[in-house]
């Protein structure tokens, strides 16, 4: 499966964002979608993971302010981002469990 992020960019804090990743080659809707993060020097952590079944988890530090949601039909995930801080500041990655990993897309957050 390829997967293409987008939506990232500069914000300011407080501000949103949607990202989206579009899926091609194979359909994702048998799958687990995640959304995670990494910033220079750190580990790439979870930020939000939508089942096939749709019930969905986060990570504490964006309990809230962000929404992971999917479109089957149109083979994309989103991630709705509210209320964003300088710290939400990384590049983020959409991975379809055991299949695969986006380039990513920046996001920074900054006045």
């Known amino acids: 499966v390829q997967l293409v992020e987008s939506g990232g960019g500069l914000v300011q804090p407080g501000g949103s964002l949607r990202l989206s990743c579009t899926a091609s080659g194979s359909d994702i809707s048998r799958y687990a979608m995640g959304w995670y993060r990494q910033t220079p020097g750190s580990q790439r952590e979870l930020v939000a993971v939508?089942?096939?079944?749709?019930?969905?988890n986060y990570a504490d530090s964006v309990k809230g302010r962000f929404t992971i949601s999917r479109d089957n039909a149109k083979n994309t995930v989103y991630l709705q981002m509210n209320s964003l801080k300088p710290e939400y500041t990384a590049v983020y990655y959409c991975?379809?469990?055991?299949?695969?990993w986006g380039q990513g897309t920046q996001v920074t957050v900054s006045s």
């Open positions: 939508i089942l096939n079944i749709g019930a969905t």
């Open positions: 991975n379809a469990h055991g299949h695969g």
